[in-house]
């Protein structure tokens, strides 16, 4: 497994942006589908985006034009651009990696690894 650590998260007005940073461990990430998620106070953990190692990416339907997933192989990043924040997307986002870039599982959370996540707070 692949050990991650999200940062960046923060509290910001809406329409403002934020990007957030997601660090891997070990000397595969570039072979690794990285997904986003967020968890909202009393809702599931839902999909956000992901990219696989080819560039390509799918965001959900609540953030598409909005939030933008990039990963930088060299430093062993991933990030979650967001911008045009909402007070809906308050949520604690997390990082996760999975060895497969099956979307219907992704987008069902099925990750091989997660972040311990980290707070957004979109202010109205």
């Known amino acids: 497994q692949v050990q991650l650590v999200e940062s960046g998260g923060g509290l910001v007005q809406a329409g403002g942006s934020l990007r957030l940073s997601c660090a891997a461990s070990g000397r595969t990430f570039s072979t690794y589908v990285m997904g986003w998620f967020r968890q909202a106070p009393g809702k599931e953990r839902e999909f956000v985006g992901t990219?696989?190692?080819?560039?390509?990416?799918y965001y959900a339907d609540s953030v598409k034009g909005r939030f933008t997933i990039s990963r930088d192989n060299g430093k062993n990043t991933v990030y979650l651009q967001m911008n045009s924040l909402k007070p809906e997307d308050t949520a604690v986002y997390y990082c996760?990696?999975?060895?497969?870039?099956?979307?219907?599982?992704?987008?069902?959370?099925?990750?091989?690894?997660w972040g311990k996540g980290t707070l957004v707070t979109v202010s109205s």
């Open positions: 996760a990696a999975n060895a497969n870039f099956l979307i219907a599982t992704i987008k069902k959370g099925v990750m091989d690894s």
């Open positions: 990219i696989g190692s080819g560039l390509t990416t």
